[in-house]
């Protein structure tokens, strides 16, 4: 047992127990960073990789999503626009209709006036020219 004492000591020096751990311990850490940033390389390589095709895949899908979309969106906005277009052109033609009746009714009756009260006059005068020829 002494030999081995005396090779441990031999091999470690003058360095405490602690020291020879703190070495130890830092090398392990060191080993560790080492293979986890290897690790980490790799992974992120592979990460990197996988995120690019799922990217691509999405935005394909929604452009294809939004065109559709929007084609959609269009057609409804058309059929939509071409029922109101339709609709204010009748309702339209109804009251321009409407107006411009009661305003040539209303010229019409204006002009018709002085017809009708002449011809109330011309049939008193008929009245009375054949009262006198009877």
Do not use: C, H
């Not at 559709?68 to 321009?96: I, M, P, Q, V, Y």
């Not at 409407?98 to 005068?125: C, G, H, N, S």
């Amino acid at each position: 047992m002494a030999v081995r004492v005396a090779a441990l000591e031999a091999k470690v020096g003058t360095k405490t127990i602690e020291e020879q751990f703190r070495e130890q311990a830092e090398l392990i850490d060191r080993l560790f960073t080492y293979r986890f940033e290897e690790f980490d390389n790799k992974w992120d390589a592979k990460f990197e990789a996988g995120l690019t095709k799922f990217e691509s895949r999405l935005e394909s899908g929604f452009d294809a999503k939004l065109a559709n979309f929007e084609s959609r969106l269009e057609s409804k906005f058309d059929a939509r626009f071409d029922t109101l277009e339709g609709g204010l052109e009748t309702r339209l033609e109804r009251t321009l209709e409407t107006k411009l009746e009661a305003k040539l009714e209303a010229k019409l009756e204006e002009k018709l006036e002085p017809i009708r009260t002449d011809l109330a006059a011309v049939r008193d005068a008929v009245k009375i020219i054949l009262t006198r020829l009877t």
